[in-house]
């Protein structure tokens, strides 16, 4: 079942302006990560961010993680052509065996 | 490196018919091993997961099944498929001490 829900579902902006994506989740979590989504092609992991943590960097990604409001946000910089793709959080349950998937962000990044 | 393929890349079957997914690991042992189904616009659905050879676990019953005869594969199965099993299947892996999953690159299947 998903746990994810993904704010906004769909998000268009021009290149060089910032893209925030939002998860918020149902149950206690050991940690929370991010996957982005070529169309048409595999997951690939961004970033992950522990319960214990509140926020996170990458390279021109930002994370926060607010386990009392069991929300997300993963916020892109300066964001080019080339980040329009689909982006899911995705939570680890405490059995560590499985990632339960949000329903995703639809990023268009114009040029 | 480790890599993980998955053949077909896309696949068409009537109805009824039955289905085969391969996916195979390179350079790591022992992978856990999952199964999802991604339905157009929408988010992934865990099918199965494996720790190990001979151990799958169904998270969502359906007329499809799972296999993992060796340790770097893992099989999708059906013996008669449905328009419903119409979607993007993905096969991913992790290690053991990790938390990332790595993903292949999806067989698209389409049931008429």
């Known amino acids: 079942s998903q746990q994810g829900e993904e704010d906004p579902q769909a998000l268009s902006i021009q290149e060089g302006e910032n893209a925030t994506m939002n998860c918020s989740y149902k149950?206690?979590?050991?940690?929370l990560q991010w996957y982005r989504q070529n169309s048409g092609r595999g997951l690939v992991h961004l970033i992950l961010?522990?319960?214990?943590?509140r926020e996170k960097h990458s390279g021109r990604l930002r994370v926060t993680l607010d386990t009392s409001k069991k929300s997300s946000s993963l916020l892109i910089t300066a964001s080019r052509a080339a980040d329009t793709a689909s982006y899911f959080c995705a939570t680890v349950n405490t059995g560590f065996q499985k990632l339960v998937f949000g329903t995703g962000t639809r990023l268009l990044v114009s040029p | 490196s480790q890599t993980i393929h998955q053949w077909p890349a896309t696949l068409v079957q009537p109805v009824g018919s039955p289905l085969s997914l391969e996916c195979t690991v390179e350079g790591t042992s022992n992978p856990n091993l999952y199964w999802y189904r991604q339905a157009a616009g929408r988010g992934l659905q865990l099918l199965f997961y494996s720790v190990g050879i001979g151990q799958i676990s169904s998270e969502v019953p359906q007329n499809l099944s799972a296999s993992r005869p060796q340790d770097r594969q893992f099989i999708l199965s059906s013996k008669k498929l449905l328009l419903s099993d119409s979607g993007f299947y993905l096969c991913?892996?992790?290690?053991?001490?990790?938390?990332?999953?790595?993903f292949g690159p999806g067989t698209r299947l389409t049931v008429t």
């Open positions: 149950t206690s979590i050991n940690n």
């Open positions: 961010i522990r319960s214990n943590e």
């Open positions: 991913a892996w992790r290690s053991g001490s990790s938390y990332e999953q790595y």
